[in-house]
């Protein structure tokens, strides 16, 4: 074997097509110890994930050899549900963690892997989804209920329905129970989600032009408050900053500790700079670039002045001391030359003009050829 072929197997060697998943969006997880040899069977738990984003962890009691991908019957209550695999061995004991499991949460068995059968009921469960969905918004809205119904989901033996809803307030939904289960004849459970978790379930694309987040690779939502949005210098214009959701936008979170970061390099917004030349007052501040302009009126934008944040905090050091700087700017910094945009010279409108400053124009006589006779 050749050396380059040497190192195209090592470059190759770091992925491993058994760690690859269904690419089921968020839920989506790469076994990068599939390649080794016996890890499916190190340990007795496995994941399962079930339809949206639910998943669970499972005793693997009678020692069966799952691998990722496979269709499993699991132990419910009552009953049993289907599931599949979406990891196994060494790694399967760290989701938990990362699920912040509560102590004492019971884990329950794995009982076989999915039979004809199974699969048969589990697709027919699934085809009742939506026309349960739509039956349950209508008796809700006759019950006079003020909640929305975004999603069922039916065990994989069919006796249970999982009915998720959305609800502003508490919701008194006991009646709303018994009337469910004399008309689907299942056993019925309740799951209040929130406006950021339908967002996820229902998926879209955002103003970004690409998928949302939530619905793409975002497993925890975090609480967005206002005090991102300042921080960010952003515009508080609630048609921007709102998603799909109807609340302010996962990613205003993104970026928000760098400028955090970059506000304490800051001085105190409210404390005037004392030069010989006069007061000036903080005006507005770039934090990426490190440069605070400030102004010599307090109520208007009139000599505006850009300096960087360590000038501005040199400059409140010596009036705190008794001393004022001849001007704000630093008498030795020179401003750097911008550089100039060729493009930025030339205006789309540059013809238009000279068509209508001819426009009053009267043409010009046509000068007579010499040898044409008068």
Not at 30 to 41: F, H, K, P, V, W
Not at 108 to 123: S, T
Not at 217 to 236: E, G
Not at 287 to 315: G, K, V, W
Request: glycine share 8%.
């Amino acid at each position: 074997m050749s050396e380059l072929q040497y190192k195209t197997t090592d470059a190759l060697r770091g992925l491993c097509a058994q760690g690859c998943g269904r690419q089921d969006k968020q839920l989506n997880i790469y076994d990068y110890l599939a390649d080794l040899e016996g890890d499916s069977r190190l340990g007795d738990l496995v994941e399962v994930q079930f339809k949206n984003t639910r998943k669970g962890y499972f005793r693997n009691d009678n020692r069966l050899e799952l691998h990722k991908g496979d269709i499993v019957a699991v132990e419910a209550s009552p009953g049993h549900d289907i599931g599949v695999v979406t990891l196994t061995g060494r790694l399967v004991p760290f989701q938990m963690k990362k699920a912040n499991l509560k102590p004492g949460t019971e884990i329950r068995r794995v009982y076989r892997r999915a039979r004809p059968i199974d699969l048969e009921k589990w697709e027919e469960a699934k085809a009742r989804e939506h026309a349960t969905m739509i039956r349950s918004r209508q008796i809700a809205k006759e019950l006079g209920l003020d909640m929305k119904i975004g999603d069922v989901e039916y065990q994989g033996d069919g006796g249970k329905a999982i009915f998720y809803y959305i609800a502003d307030g508490r919701v008194d939904f006991r009646q709303l129970i018994k009337v469910l289960a004399d008309a689907f004849r299942v056993r019925i459970e309740m799951r209040q989600i929130g406006a950021r978790q339908e967002a996820g379930r229902i998926g879209g694309i955002g103003p970004c032009g690409r998928e949302l987040c939530c619905a793409t690779w975002m497993k925890n939502f975090s609480s967005v408050s206002t005090a991102a949005v300042r921080f960010q210098d952003i515009s508080p214009n609630p048609q921007k900053l709102a998603g799909q959701c109807a609340k302010l936008k996962c990613c205003l979170n993104y970026e928000v500790d760098v400028y955090m970061e970059a506000y304490k390099e800051f001085p105190e917004r409210n404390i005037p700079l004392e030069t010989a030349d006069g007061t000036f007052y903080f005006f507005k501040a770039d934090l990426l670039a490190r440069q605070a302009t400030y102004s010599s009126d307090r109520r208007m934008a009139a000599n505006l002045t850009t300096i960087s944040a360590e000038r501005a905090r040199e400059i409140i050091l010596m009036n705190k001391n008794g001393e004022k700087p001849l001007r704000l700017s630093a008498e030795d910094t020179t401003q750097p030359a911008r550089p100039v945009d060729l493009v930025e010279q030339e205006s789309l409108t540059r013809f238009d003009k000279s068509r209508r400053r001819n426009k009053g124009k009267k043409p010009r006589p046509r000068p007579q050829s010499k040898g044409k006779a008068e």
